[in-house]
T-cell receptor
Framework: KAGVTQTPRYLIKTRGQQVTLSCSPI?????VSWYQQTPGQGLQFLFEYFSETQRNKGNFPGRFSGRQFSNSRSEMNVSTLELGDSALYLCASSPRRDGSYEQYFGPGTRLTVT | GDSVTQMEGPVTLSEEAFLTINCTYTATGYPSLFWYVQYPGEGLQLLLKATKADDKGSNKGFEATYRKETTSFHLEKGSVQVSDSAVYFCALRRTGANNLFFGTGTRLTVIP
């Protein structure tokens, strides 16, 4: 089975712009979670989607949003980018959302905001 | 709230040395505990896990035991190799939830 894929792998944006990141989960996985990794704050949970609905959300401002499509692929969007949004954004998928399955992580998208 | 406290790094060891990376947690109920590893330029890979007290997770020579009485899940390996050089993250997941709470990560460098 193919693993979790994320596109693009690298992205450079300017402050004030918006960005959309994409995640394709492992085939058959219906839960997709997003995490932000920065040197200062470490790994922090952004949100989780299951069956096209946001099920859980971390402590991030409304500029961070996401969605999930009927094929379980997910996108996250960050509007009005700030320098502090520079980070590695990781996507993880699992078959279900009851915590009984392992989460599989993608390689991440490295976003640089200048 | 739920949190994970992990030993600060970086840690530098010689090949074949013994490794311990400390991890303690705060959580309500009975969380599942994990160790993830991140190699340079890659995402996270699950190294091992334990889902209940006294469980021992093991993989590739690494071990960790879920100690509820001390709220700890320390990672150990008897003899490290250069290929073990990576960043190691301790994490917990609350019962019934799917999101993970991570520690700050510990960078391990193994020198020949």
């Amino acid at each position: 089975k193919a693993g979790v894929t994320q596109t693009p792998r690298y992205l450079i944006k300017t402050r004030g712009q918006q960005v959309t990141l994409s995640c394709s989960p492992i085939s058959g996985h219906r839960s997709v979670s997003w995490y932000q990794q920065t040197p200062g704050q470490g790994l922090q949970f952004l949100f989780e989607y299951f069956s096209e609905t946001q099920r859980n959300k971390g402590n991030f401002p409304g500029r961070f949003s996401g969605r999930q499509f009927s094929n379980s692929r997910s996108e996250m969007n960050v509007s009005t980018l700030e320098l502090g949004d520079s980070a590695l954004y990781l996507c993880a998928s699992s078959p279900r959302r009851d915590g009984s399955y392992e989460q599989y992580f993608g390689p991440g998208t490295r976003l640089t905001v200048t | 709230g739920d949190s994970v406290t992990q030993m600060e790094g970086p840690v530098t060891l010689s090949e074949e040395a013994f490794l311990t990376i400390n991890c303690t947690y705060t959580a309500t109920g009975y969380p599942s505990l994990f160790w993830y590893v991140q190699y340079p330029g890659e995402g996270l890979q699950l190294l091992l896990k334990a889902t209940k007290a006294d469980d021992k997770g093991s993989n590739k020579g690494f071990e960790a035991t879920y100690r509820k009485e001390t709220t700890s899940f320390h990672l150990e390996k008897g003899s490290v190799q250069v290929s073990d050089s990576a960043v190691y993250f301790c994490a917990l997941r609350r019962t019934g939830a799917n999101n993970l709470f991570f520690g700050t990560g510990t960078r391990l460098t193994v020198i020949p």
